[in-house]
């Protein structure tokens, strides 16, 4: 029920939680609440963090965190089966006095369930902005219409680069060791080398290889890899994961000529109807994209703990001071 053919997005498959738990370096344990209904399934994937405390089973490469269901329940049903784990959460022997849930999308309605639910179920819950994702609706569209929307600023910027070098790209959709040893070259040298972890990207590549899902681009200039990018694609979007390039390269924009390709192929080959640029609101990615949407942190207190109550009076002194921030 947690398989690639029951569920269409990669963070809610067994395979992401599974790596998720086999490259976790922290000393956690996990603690997975399973509710059923009528021929239906929820589950809550969490880590205990220790001392009560709790947070989703997430890590740097998650790019949303939600509940994840069987058995297409609908919205009553959904909010149903969440109350009940809720409520086995507060409950011995588990008991827990804290649980951080991050990112959680709005757009969908996660964000929403999460706090309606864990508030029916008599926890302290307390939402605030994290962070945010940017797609681009590319739904009956070509490269050439998608690319005709851009920026000016964008695509000359693409034309000028192309006439100041030769820079060939080719996009892989199965694994491949050398390949990927480019990447980690490549990755090794970016000017973010020390974000996240390069033995857990490779176990992603390597399953989203055979399950022909891969996307991993390389740009060469003189037959030597400068740049590369690690996208997946799942039935309705491409999700982009990982952008690296050597430093001693930018002045050729070797990233924006491998981006145009990867955009290129996921849209004319690949035919998805969205592209996801994953989380953070860096300011290029308003050039690529069409959509930003806001992605929520979420704080559960569990009151029987006097803890709770001193967290909630910190935090509504906080809210006073950020009227904008959601209670």
Same mark, same amino acid.
């Given at each position: 029920m947690l398989d690639c053919a029951h569920q269409p997005h990669l963070f809610n498959r067994d395979y992401w939680f599974d790596l998720l738990w086999q490259h976790?370096?922290?000393?956690?344990?996990?603690?997975?609440?399973?509710?059923?209904?009528?021929?239906?399934?929820?589950?809550?994937?969490?880590?205990?963090?220790?001392?009560? /405390? %709790?947070?989703?089973?997430?890590?740097?490469?998650?790019? !949303?965190? #939600?509940?994840?269901?069987?058995?297409?329940?609908? =919205?009553?049903?959904?909010?149903?089966?969440?109350?009940?784990?809720?409520?086995?959460l507060r409950q011995r022997p588990i008991r827990l006095a804290e649980i951080i849930f991050e990112p959680v999308p709005r757009e969908d309605g996660s964000a929403e369930l999460l706090v309606n639910a864990f508030r029916a179920a008599?926890?302290?819950?307390?939402?605030?902005?994290?962070?945010?994702?940017?797609?681009?609706?590319?739904?009956?569209?070509?490269?050439?219409?998608?690319?005709?929307?851009?920026?000016?600023?964008?695509?000359?910027?693409?034309?000028?680069?192309?006439?100041?070098a030769i820079i060939a790209t080719e996009i892989h959709t199965r694994f491949d060791p050398a390949i990927w040893a480019e990447y980690e070259s490549i990755y090794a040298e970016s000017w973010k080398p020390t974000?996240?972890?390069?033995?857990?990207? /490779? %176990?992603?590549?390597?399953?989203?290889?055979?399950?022909? !899902?891969? #996307?991993?681009?390389?740009?060469?200039?003189?037959? =030597?890899?400068?740049?590369?990018?690690?996208?997946?694609?799942?039935?309705?979007?491409?999700?982009?994961?990982?952008?690296?390039?050597?430093?001693t390269f930018a002045q050729l924009s070797p990233g924006t000529i491998l981006s145009v390709a990867m955009f290129k192929h996921v849209i004319d080959v690949d035919q998805v109807p969205l592209?996801?640029?994953?989380?953070?609101?860096?300011?290029?990615?308003?050039?690529?994209?069409?959509?930003?949407?806001?992605?929520?942190?979420i704080h559960c207190r569990n009151p029987a703990y006097a803890r709770s109550w001193l967290a909630i009076a910190r935090n509504y002194a906080a809210q006073l001071a950020r009227p904008d921030q959601h209670a």
């Open positions: 976790n370096s922290l000393g956690v344990q996990p603690i997975v609440a399973r509710t059923w209904g009528d021929r239906c399934r929820a589950w809550l994937f969490l880590a205990d963090t220790g001392n009560k /405390r %709790a947070t989703g089973l997430a890590n740097y490469y998650t790019l !949303a965190f #939600r509940p994840v269901f069987c058995g297409n329940p609908d =919205e009553r049903t959904k909010l149903s089966l969440v109350i009940a784990s809720a409520r086995r008599g926890w302290m819950v307390s939402r605030h902005p994290k962070t945010a994702s940017w797609t681009a609706n590319v739904e009956g569209k070509t490269f050439e219409q998608y690319w005709a929307e851009r920026p000016g600023a964008l695509t000359n910027t693409v034309a000028r680069k192309r006439k100041k974000e996240g972890s390069i033995t857990f990207l /490779r %176990a992603l590549a390597e399953r989203e290889g055979a399950e022909g !899902a891969l #996307r991993l681009g390389i740009a060469r200039h003189d037959g =030597e890899a400068i740049a590369a990018q690690l996208w997946t694609i799942e039935p309705d979007r491409a999700l982009i994961h990982k952008l690296a390039y050597r430093p592209i996801d640029y994953g989380t953070g609101d860096e300011a290029y990615k308003a050039d690529w994209m069409d959509r930003r949407a806001t992605l929520d942190q």
